[in-house]
Structures are given as structure tokens and as C-alpha cells.
């Protein structure tokens, strides 16, 4: 950061740097589509989302322009933040996710609950060992950054960048707790898709029957069929004004909030209520569950959540170049707070699995959900059969639903558990 401050950066226009980063998304998400074995062989180590947080913080880090210092921050996650998790939540199907409540909500309850819990007790057991590395001071504290780790883990990145704002770590933590999060979720992950093609002998362990999944399978695969059309321009029209409408609802009912806590309640910043960005996620959170009761619901037909995955994306490469590529290095102790973390949400999805003999498939979707958000959740349905994506992308809207919250909780009893 120092360093930032004193070497002039290279490329100063907005405008310009603007041009860098989405050429980036595009060179990614090309590439990524590209069908070769040793390109998709490259995407399986390096997923697209990485590159997308680490080739804009890699020019950061060489000085190309001044990330930490740049206006664009601001606009990402001011506008582009609200908007997608708007588009996101639009969709959530309070009745389809009460359908599911007795297996798949059960697992990703219980999933939610392995994330909540597993942080604070992976925290607390590093602090035994080695107070250090969940120690820190200031932006520093390493609770902060931890907790937006719980924001992707229980939601996913748009929930993780609004606690960022809310939680305010330094970048340098910020930096590493990126590498944290794709190294583990995506080994976990990794595991899941392996036990996707044992599926039927992980039944057996479990003791299951599977046969409602091949019902479900059947159902949603004729309901996409009926559904799903071309999106037309009044349709991309309504998406963003539905989306920054929104956001700008939000922000207007926001920023009184805040600033009545903030005079009368000062008190309560402990817990980030005088935090006008916490009350605009919030308020753009209960705008979107309140569309979802409406025909607006029915944008997802045309790609409500894929626009949103589009703003999501153009947000993310914001994020990224506030990032030190150095500062990963600074605290490797931190991929072990991580696989704690992970292993105990794994094991009380196992228990939970067990008793109740769930099948394999509920478990990875009811995970998945969790740790990866909609994106990682679809790829986990699709590889036991494609048309049980939407029970991944259902899951995960209200994970994004609920993720600032639950993170936010989880971030204040880690807070509890860290060294004094």
C-alpha cells in the first residue's frame, strides 16, 4: 500500500481502465468456453472467478493504475452490488423452497448452520495454537476479513463484497482471504463432483432413497421446458430498471436510517447498524423478496439471474484491482483456519445425512449452495443430471437472500472467539 502511494501509476483515465477491465472479463469468459482439453484443464485448477479477482490485482500490484484509490470501487459496489443481488433474490420461490423444505432445505439449513458455526470454532481452536494468525489490529483484525468470507460461503460473492463494505478489512487481508476462499471451496467442490459419479454407492452408505430425486428430475425438467424463452429488449430494459431502481430506492431509505442511529444510537457501530452501506443491502434485500411476490418474478424466464451474474462479474474485476497480489503471501496460516472451517460444515452435513438417510445428491446441493453460490451449486445439480439445476439456483437465491445476515453473525461471534 505504501508503495501504491508513492510510485505514479501508469494509466490514470477512468475511461481507460475501465476498457482494461471488462477486455479482461472478456478474455476469461472466452477463453473458458473455449472446447480444448488443455484450456479446460487450465479452468479446472484456475477457475474463471480467480482470474477475474486476480488479473485486475496483479496490474494493481504493478503499479498499471491505483486500485485502492480509484472511483470505480465506489460505483461497483454502490450500484453494480444492489443491483445483481436484486436480479438474484428476484426469482426466489417462497413455495418451491417450502416443496423442498424436508431434504434439500433440510441439508442446506444445515449447511448454513456448518458455515455460522464452523467459523467461530475454527477461530477459536487457531487461537490455542497460534494466536497470531487470527489476530490483528484495526482493518488488520483478522475477524474482519474472515467475515466476508462467511458472506460467500453462506451466499456468495455479491454477499462477500457487501460485507467487505460493512466490515471494512484492509485490502491486504482482504487479498488473502480471496485465495482462502477459492483454495478451499473449490477443492471442496472438487470432492463433491467426485462423489456426484458415485452417487448411487453413496446412497447406499447413507442408507437413502433416491427415488423422490428422479421424480423432481422428471418435474423440473418439463417446467423449464414451458418456461424458458428469448429474452426480448423491453425485457433487458425492465431487468435494469427493476435492478437500479431498486438500488436507488434502497440507497434513499438507507441513508436517513444510518444517520439516525449514527446521532441517537452511536453505540450500536459495534455492530455495523450505523453503516449506511448495511442498510442499503438490506433494504435492497427486502425490495427484491417483495417483487418475487409479483409477475416481475417472471423475468428469470428471460435471465433475471444471468444479468445479474453479468453485473456480478463487472463488480468482482472492481474489486479485484484494490488487491495486492503480494499480501496473499503475508498470512499463510489462514488456509488452515479455512480447511477447519470447511471440514466442520462437511461433518455435520454428514451427520445430519446420516440419520435422516439423505441422498448424496441433497447433500452436494445443500453444500454447494452454500459454499459456492448459484454458479458452483448449478454445476454441482448438473453433474447428476441437468435438469436439477433449478434446485441449485433455488437454494442459492436464498442463500443470497439471508448471506449478508448470516455472515454478518457469524463475522460478530468470530469477533468473540478472536485473541483478546
Same mark, same amino acid.
Given at each position: 500500500?505504501?508503495? !501504491? ?28 468456453? &473455449? ?5 479446460? =484443464? ?24 491505483? =486500485? ?5 470501487? !465506489? ?44 467459523? *467461530? ?9 497460534? *494466536?497470531?494468525?487470527? =489476530?490483528? &489490529?484495526? *482493518?488488520?483484525?483478522?475477524? #474482519? ?65 433416491? #427415488? ?53 444510537? *452511536? ?13 442499503? @443491502? ?11 411476490? !409479483?409477475?416481475? #418474478? ?15 462479474? %463487472?463488480?468482482?474485476? !472492481? ?8 499480501? @496473499? ?25 446420516? @440419520? ?11 453444500? %454447494? ?29 436464498? =442463500? ?21
Amino acid at each position: 500500500m505504501k508503495d !501504491t502511494q508513492i510510485i505514479e501509476p501508469l494509466i490514470t483515465n477512468n475511461t481507460v481502465i475501465v476498457g482494461i477491465l471488462m477486455a479482461i472479463l472478456g478474455v476469461v469468459f472466452y477463453t473458458a468456453s &473455449i472446447n480444448n482439453k488443455y484450456i479446460k =484443464g487450465f479452468y479446472n485448477v484456475i477457475p474463471p472467478l480467480l482470474l477475474c479477482y486476480f488479473l485486475p490485482g496483479l496490474l494493481n500490484t504493478l503499479h498499471v493504475f491505483d =486500485g485502492v484509490n480509484s472511483p470505480l470501487t !465506489t460505483i461497483g459496489s454502490r450500484y453494480f452490488l444492489p443491483a445483481c443481488l436484486i436480479l438474484f433474490i428476484l426469482n426466489l420461490d417462497i413455495k418451491e423452497m417450502w416443496g423442498l423444505r424436508k431434504r434439500a432445505g433440510l441439508m442446506f439449513i444445515t449447511g448454513t448452520i456448518g458455515v455460522l458455526l464452523g467459523g *467461530p470454532l475454527a477461530v477459536w481452536l487457531t487461537s490455542l495454537v497460534a *494466536p497470531q494468525i487470527v =489476530g490483528g &489490529i484495526g *482493518p488488520d483484525e483478522v475477524w #474482519r476479513g474472515l467475515g466476508t468470507l462467511a458472506g460467500s460461503w453462506i451466499g456468495g460473492s455479491a454477499n462477500q463484497v457487501a460485507l467487505k463494505e460493512i466490515l471494512q478489512p484492509s485490502s491486504s487481508l482482504f487479498s488473502s482471504i480471496i485465495a482462502v476462499d477459492v483454495f478451499v471451496a473449490y477443492s471442496w467442490m472438487a470432492l463433491l463432483l467426485y462423489g456426484a459419479g458415485k452417487s448411487k454407492m453413496m446412497d447406499k452408505f447413507f442408507k437413502a432413497d433416491s #427415488r423422490d430425486v428422479d421424480e423432481l428430475m422428471v418435474k423440473l425438467e418439463k417446467k423449464s421446458k414451458e418456461n424458458a424463452k428469448m429474452p426480448e429488449t423491453k425485457d433487458i430494459i425492465l431487468m435494469l430498471s427493476i435492478a437500479f431502481a431498486g438500488t436507488g430506492l434502497a440507497t434513499f431509505l438507507a441513508e436517513p436510517v444510518a444517520a439516525y442511529i449514527t446521532q441517537h444510537h *452511536p453505540q450500536l457501530e459495534t455492530f455495523s447498524l450505523t453503516n449506511t452501506f448495511f442498510w442499503i @443491502i438490506l433494504f435492497a434485500t427486502i425490495i427484491a423478496i417483495g417483487l418475487s411476490f !409479483t409477475p416481475a #418474478r417472471k423475468l428469470e424466464n428471460v435471465g433475471a439471474s444471468k444479468m445479474g451474474t453479468a453485473l456480478l462479474y %463487472m463488480l468482482i474485476v !472492481t474489486i479485484g484491482m484494490q488487491m495486492d497480489i503480494l499480501a @496473499i503471501l503475508q498470512n499463510p496460516g489462514l488456509f488452515i483456519v479455512g480447511i477447519l472451517w470447511i471440514s466442520f460444515h462437511a461433518l455435520l452435513l454428514f451427520i445430519v445425512a446420516k @440419520i435422516f438417510k439423505i441422498p448424496f445428491f441433497y447433500y452436494a446441493v445443500g453444500s %454447494m449452495s452454500n459454499i459456492g453460490g448459484v454458479a458452483s451449486a448449478s454445476v454441482i445439480s448438473a453433474a447428476f443430471h441437468p435438469s436439477l439445476i433449478s434446485v441449485g439456483v433455488i437454494l442459492s437465491v436464498f =442463500g443470497y437472500a439471508i448471506g449478508t445476515y448470516a455472515g454478518w453473525l457469524t463475522a460478530v461471534l468470530m469477533q468473540l472467539a478472536s485473541p483478546v
